[in-house]
């Protein structure tokens, strides 16, 4: 159903030529059901008299008048819990997704250093300690496995995962089939924490030449985009961005340049 000749159809009536905001057939019903409302004392009055003023702009029972067209009037936006605005027009989750790909500059630019210093990133040889089960002893016994890295998953790195945790893809150098995700080796980490996954040491360096992210990466390109706090439905984080961002940000604003 397209209005492509520049007519609009109503969503109420269906007759042409006006929409369902404006719809006279429609603003006749809530007068009707409004007047039978009061006649019958209902106690539902305020609701019919509120849905008669969203059409006519002035509410019967108090005489207010209210802003018909401003659908977002009296709305909190999802994210920073301010009136009259909605989520896609906040102007604070622009302010804060700035903000954050600034703050993913700092962590990003450090890693990087980091992993160029020690020589890691794609190719780098890996040892995990761990145990296995030992047929013959029947019993698990402590192992220390070897690992090629085969990818960084530099997009994972940034204000909420500053350590790198489950960002490295890796092989098994004695099972090629076994091919699991761990952390950074903690020489390349350095003070942050790795809460969420098992840390390997670094045995074998790649050149620093080879350890090459993404274009923009350094920058913080698309950092909010694998931000949590973002997603819909999140109310914005002040308590983070407070506690955790603006050290950040205050580091970003001593030492780098604004690239957008
Ligand atoms: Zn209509
Ligand atoms: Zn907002």
Known sequence: MGNYNGTVTCGHC???????RSCPRATERAQRAYQQAKEAGSADLEYYARALAKRTGVNPE?????????????RKCSYCREQGHSRRTCSSIKDDQ????????????????????HGFGVGSLLT??????????????DVTSAYLVTKIKWEGIGPHNQGGD???????????????????????TGSADTRYSRTPE?????????????????????????????????TRDGYWFRTYGSPLLDRWGDHFESTE
């Not at 700035?98 to 210093?117: C, F, I, K, P, S």
């Open 62 to 74: 108090t005489g207010e008048k209210r802003k018909r067209r401003d659908e977002s009037y009296g």
């Open 128 to 141: 995990l300690a761990g145990s296995e089960w030992n047929e013959e002893a029947s019993e698990y016994q």
């Open 202 to 234: 670094l045995v074998g360096a790649t050149p620093s030449e080879k350890i090459n992210p993404p274009s923009a990466w350094t920058a913080g390109a698309r950092a909010e985009e694998n931000a949590s706090i973002f997603e819909k439905g999140q």
């Open 166 to 188: 489950s960002c490295v893809k890796v092989i098994s150098v004695k099972d090629p089939s076994n091919q699991p995700t761990m952390g950074m080796p903690e020489a390349v």
């Open 14 to 20: 269906y007759q042409q030529g006006h929409n369902k």
């Open 98 to 117: 700035r903000n954050y790909r600034r703050m993913a500059q700092v962590v990003r630019t450090d890693m990087l250093a980091r992993m160029r210093e």
